[in-house]
């Protein structure tokens, strides 16, 4: 995710001063990768510093950035692991530094994310509004106003791309086994996901409108319909696989 937001950064006007990740492999200019906190220039003043490594290893991370948190905002863009928890490992490694929670997604990359943003009610105006801009350069923001609602985020978008894809993913499979050539039913596929949510985007109207818009009565679409929104097929499927995914964050958490 870290490298979707500077890809993604990188794009806009906002590129991030230093990236610290012993991967990594980027053509970028070498004075702003570090592999090792060794290697971040010890007069650097970041205002943010932003959290992208998975849930588990948050302590660590913070411990290893803990020389540059000094006047800066913690921007911690991973599931589950909560505000309070990560100030308590920014105090243990020696610094107050406030957190600001943002759950992107993966199109961030491409400057087409959305993000939920959760800031604590003191951490300021100013540290705000720098943080929505942050985020607003990779693509759209919405400010949740409980921070577990950040679950729910990241179940719904967070974790969305997947499920669009799976859905070109099932579709090109079902097209080759009944016997489309694979490179049809993928060219079939793919376009038909790209080419519906670029409607999508580019249209004012509501999902459900478009849809129905789509759906001759008594059709092919409708006949398609008919069985995925029985109540027990996708409204059903969709809403379990959603309050999985939250429950899961919201186990990261603990
Ligand atoms: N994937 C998504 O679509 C998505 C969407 C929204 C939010 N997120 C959140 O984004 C976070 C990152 O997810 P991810 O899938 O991108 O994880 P990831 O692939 O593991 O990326 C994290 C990178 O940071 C490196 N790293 C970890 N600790 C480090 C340290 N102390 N010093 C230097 N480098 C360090 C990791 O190296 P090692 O592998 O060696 O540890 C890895 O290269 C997660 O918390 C996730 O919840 C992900």
Known sequence: MGGALWSGWERSDIAPSVILDRHCASPAPPHRVARTPEEIPAGFRPEFVVLAVKPGGAEQAVAAVAPWLEGATLLSVMAGRRCGGLRAAARAAGHDAPVIRAMPNMPSS????????????EIGLVRTMQAEALMRAVGQVAWVEREEQLDLVTALSGSGPAYVYLLAELLEQIGVTHGLPPDTARLL????????????????????????????????????LNVLMQPDAWPDSLARAIAAATARAAELAR
């Not at 491409?110 to 009610?121: K, S």
């Open 189 to 224: 596929a793919r376009g038909t996901v790209a080419g519906a949510g670029a409607v999508l985007d580019a249209s004012a109207t509501d999902a459900a409108t478009l849809r129905r818009n789509v759906t001759s009565p008594n059709g092919t679409t409708a006949a398609a």
């Open 110 to 121: 491409i400057g087409r994310g959305v993000t939920g943003v959760y800031a604590e009610p």
